[in-house]
């Protein structure tokens, strides 16, 4: 079996290139009979034929075009830019822990550049911008532990995640980081909108936050669900009969033990 397989190779080969040599020398006599120029010769990948193939047969005065090559490869497309946070801070906005400081002013141009946003890191700049917001929805100069500053906060660290995300889109750890903050962010929204509604409304406009409802349950009919709620349906009609019945007769119960009874004067005894 093994010997005849190799012998059915051989042959589907040795066909194959037959093939293409007839066709060839066909495109060749075609040309010479017609005076025609021979079409332009293009490598391509083929699934018949070993590394190239024409691409036309030239008949009489026609050119006949072969089937397209499939096309594999997809056009790349670039994504659309993501709006970062960080794009109104200023290079020459001095860094949060400088920011109070006098003297950081009047330094040199080469040292102002250290304590400036013109060499700061990614975490330096969220800092900044985290300061920023907390600053507009602050109850008081020496608030930091209020909801409205969780907020913003954790509104910084949503945006940071989102732009990453963008980016990197199968970073499945901070997606998973970035959930959990939106999660946190509408338990304390909920919160400030029961508690404090004025604040409320102050932050989302501050902020530009958007507060969604959390949708209704909804549950999808089936005849399972629907034989179920039946089922339940009766049974509770019949506790409820059961549980009347057992009024009825304690309420019979209790009228009877009140009923007042006839007084028989007790005899006495004679001596």
Not at 21 to 26: C, Q
Not at 200 to 227: D, H
Not at 241 to 247: D, H, I, L, T, V
């Amino acid at each position: 079996r093994r010997f005849l397989y190799i012998i059915t190779v051989v042959l589907k080969n040795i066909f194959r290139s037959t093939v293409l040599g007839l066709r060839t020398w066909s495109v060749f006599l075609g040309a010479r009979q017609g005076n025609t120029v021979l079409p332009a010769f293009k490598p391509c990948q083929c699934r018949f034929y070993a590394n190239w193939t024409l691409t036309g047969i030239c008949k009489h005065d026609e050119t006949l075009l072969n089937q397209p090559v499939r096309q594999y490869a997809r056009p790349s497309r670039k994504k659309q830019e993501f709006p970062s946070q960080l794009q109104d801070l200023h290079p020459s906005l001095l860094k949060h822990e400088y920011a109070s400081v006098p003297l950081a002013q009047s330094v040199d141009d080469v040292v102002k550049k250290l304590l400036t946003l013109e060499l700061a890191n990614h975490s330096e700049k969220l800092r900044l911008k985290e300061e920023q917001l907390i600053a507009t929805v602050r109850r008081d100069e020496n608030d930091r532990s209020s909801t409205e500053v969780n907020v913003a906060i954790l509104t910084v660290r949503i945006r940071n995640f989102q732009e990453h995300l963008h980016k990197h889109p199968k970073d499945k750890a901070n997606k998973r980081w970035m959930l959990m903050a939106i999660d946190s962010r509408k338990k304390k929204l909920k919160f400030l909108r029961r508690t404090c509604y004025d604040s409320f409304e102050k932050v989302c406009q501050e902020l530009g936050i958007t507060y969604m409802f959390p949708p209704e349950y909804y549950r999808r009919v089936t005849r399972r669900w629907l034989a179920k709620k039946a089922f339940c349906n009766k049974v509770f009609q019949e506790v409820q009969k059961q549980k009347a019945e057992q009024r009825e007769k304690q309420r019979a119960a209790e009228a009877k033990g009140k009923e007042p009874t006839s007084y028989t004067e007790p005899q006495g005894t004679v001596a």
